[in-house]
């Protein structure tokens, strides 16, 4: 064992996240966030393919996505509902989608109802009115009703580190097919973005 899996492992004990049974899926390697609740988050992924690059904050989506060059895969989910969950990555077992997930996206868990503290309080309009948000869930729920004008999960959005939306936004969906497509168009659109940024530079 790693010194940094041996980290890793310690670090799961210490927080109360329940390690993987002998049937369930490896953890692969993932960031750390900076708010205290990062870890517990874990238990609340039920799957999630091996060796995939996966935050919980948009912020370090954000900057994977510039350095490494690929788009991100956002899944507004929750906490506090099971059934969201439960169907989080189901289209992705079911399919060939696995792969392409793991080789080309940036995947961030955007929960909309945890209560970890923002680093600073933001203020937002809401239906008019001024607001404080200041916790991570809030934010989330937020960026997800303003933006998309959606407040149901599990809802899936692939975006380049600009926050430029590369495919149709999709809700609940178990269709595999229809959702491997929609990795595929984003990828392709991803793709033909940066190439007409390379060519502008030459």
């Known amino acids: 064992m790693s010194k940094i899996q041996l980290f890793i492992f310690l670090l799961i004990l210490m927080t109360g996240c329940r390690p993987a049974a002998d049937n369930e899926p490896e953890l692969p390697d993932y960031y750390f966030h900076p708010h205290k609740d990062s870890m517990n988050l874990l238990r609340y992924v039920d ?9 919980f904050d948009l912020d370090s989506a954000l900057k994977l996505s510039q350095i490494k060059d ?3 895969l ?11 969950r439960d169907i989080d990555w189901k289209v992705v077992k079911t399919s060939d989608s696995e792969k392409l997930i793991r080789d080309n996206f940036i995947v961030a868990f ?3 109802d945890i209560k ?3 680093k600073e309080p933001v203020q ?5 009115r001024p607001k404080i948000i200041s916790t991570i869930g809030r934010y989330n729920w937020y960026l997800q009703i303003e933006r998309y004008k959606s407040n149901a999960q599990p809802y899936y959005c692939i975006v380049d ?4 939306d590369l495919a149709d936004p ?3 969906d178990l269709d595999s097919a229809g959702f491997k497509d929609f990795l595929i168009q984003g990828l392709l659109e991803f793709r033909s973005n940066s190439l007409k940024l390379k060519s502008s530079l030459k």
């Open 170 to 172: 999709r809700g609940y």
């Open 161 to 164: 580190h600009n926050m430029v």
């Open 110 to 112: 955007l929960f909309v």
């Open 70 to 72: 690929k788009p991100i």
């Open 74 to 84: 956002i899944i507004f989910t929750g906490v506090g509902c099971k059934s969201t």
């Open 124 to 128: 937002i309009m809401y239906e008019g």
């Open 47 to 55: 799957y999630v393919p091996r060796n995939i690059e996966f935050v």
């Open 116 to 118: 970890g503290k923002l």
